[in-house]
């Protein structure tokens, strides 16, 4: 089956790790996790890629039954970054750096060197249930993204402020590493990791903290971090082949890239 099929821009930032989204089946054993912190908070310059080889292949063949997609995505870009056959070293480090629209961004890159722009997938109709086959060239995807410089200061009440990093590719790798239970505990998860200042207090803070803030406070933060996250969200639009029925399906560049 087939069905015709165009790159869309979502009308909503998804790519914020504050959106509220499920975090169910994600139960990975811990390894290797990224530092509970990242103290930068400059845009990561990208690293130099070249095209994947068989090595990278095999990686991505071992680590078939790996759930947390987003340490699996950080690890190929980095062995990508060194010659064939070397282990990923400081260029994990650097990748973990990234923002999770560069770290996409750089996938798109990398599957461009490595296979080409064609892009084949099936996605199903949610009214019928039918697949689709979508065909499409990753060179007609709106990927340009704004860089954001520097940390956030964000109003919080009582003349105070709070001053904040961007989440990167490593905060990402670690809230799927161990699951929250909730939203809300993910939400501060990510804050304790992001948070530098509050008030006249520096950080680092601990979950414990951020999870006594005021909810007022908590929210100004998640919203000052959601606008300013650098956004890579992608739909697809498709007409189903069977009912005719037009839809938008997501295009989640990691989720892809790892299961192909």
Same mark, same amino acid.
């Given at each position: 089956m087939s069905a015709s099929s165009r790159p869309a821009v979502s009308s909503e930032r998804v790519a914020s790790p504050f959106r509220d989204q499920s975090t169910a089946a994600l139960e990975a054993p811990a390894a290797d996790a990224p530092s509970p912190r990242t103290p930068s908070t400059a845009t990561a310059i990208p690293?130099?890629?070249?095209?994947?080889?068989?090595?990278?292949?095999?990686?991505?063949? %071992?680590?078939?039954? %790996?759930?947390?997609?987003?340490?699996?995505?950080?690890?190929?870009?980095? @062995?990508?970054?060194?010659?064939?056959?070397?282990?990923?070293?400081?260029?994990?480090?650097?990748?973990?750096?990234?923002?999770?629209?560069? @770290?996409?961004?750089?996938?798109?890159?990398? @599957? @461009?060197?490595?296979?080409?722009?064609?892009?084949?997938?099936?996605?199903?109709?949610?009214?019928?249930?039918?697949?689709? %086959?979508?065909?499409?060239?990753? !060179?007609?995807?709106?990927i340009e993204l704004e860089a954001v410089e520097g940390p956030l200061e964000v109003p919080i009440g009582d003349q105070r402020r709070a001053v904040l990093r961007l989440p990167t590719a490593g905060d990402q790798e670690a809230l799927l590493e161990a699951p929250p239970k909730n939203h809300?505990?993910?939400?501060?998860?990510?804050?304790?990791?992001?948070?530098?200042?509050?008030?006249? %207090?520096?950080?680092?803070? !601990?979950?414990?903290?951020?999870?006594?803030?005021?909810?007022?406070?908590?929210?100004?933060?998640?919203?000052?971090?959601?606008?300013?996250?650098?956004?890579?969200?992608?739909?697809?639009?498709v007409s189903c082949c069977d009912c005719a029925c037009a839809f938008t399906s997501p295009f989640d560049v990691a989720v892809f890239f790892c299961l192909r």
């Open positions: 690293l130099p890629l070249r095209p994947m080889t068989g090595f990278e292949e095999e990686f991505l063949e %071992e680590s078939a039954g %790996e759930l947390n997609t987003s340490r699996l995505c950080n690890d190929l870009l980095a @062995r990508c970054a060194v010659p064939p056959g070397e282990g990923p070293g400081g260029a994990l480090a650097a990748v973990r750096e990234y923002s999770v629209a560069a @770290r996409d961004l750089a996938l798109l890159d990398l @599957r @461009r060197k490595s296979l080409g722009d064609r892009v084949s997938m099936e996605v199903d109709c949610p009214s019928c249930g039918g697949t689709n %086959e979508v065909d499409f060239d990753l !060179s007609v995807l709106p809300a505990e993910r939400r501060t998860r990510l804050l304790a990791r992001l948070l530098l200042e509050i008030g006249e %207090e520096q950080g680092p803070f !601990s979950e414990l903290q951020v999870r006594a803030l005021p909810s007022a406070e908590r929210r100004a933060m998640e919203q000052a971090i959601d606008a300013a996250t650098p956004d890579l969200a992608l739909d697809m639009a």
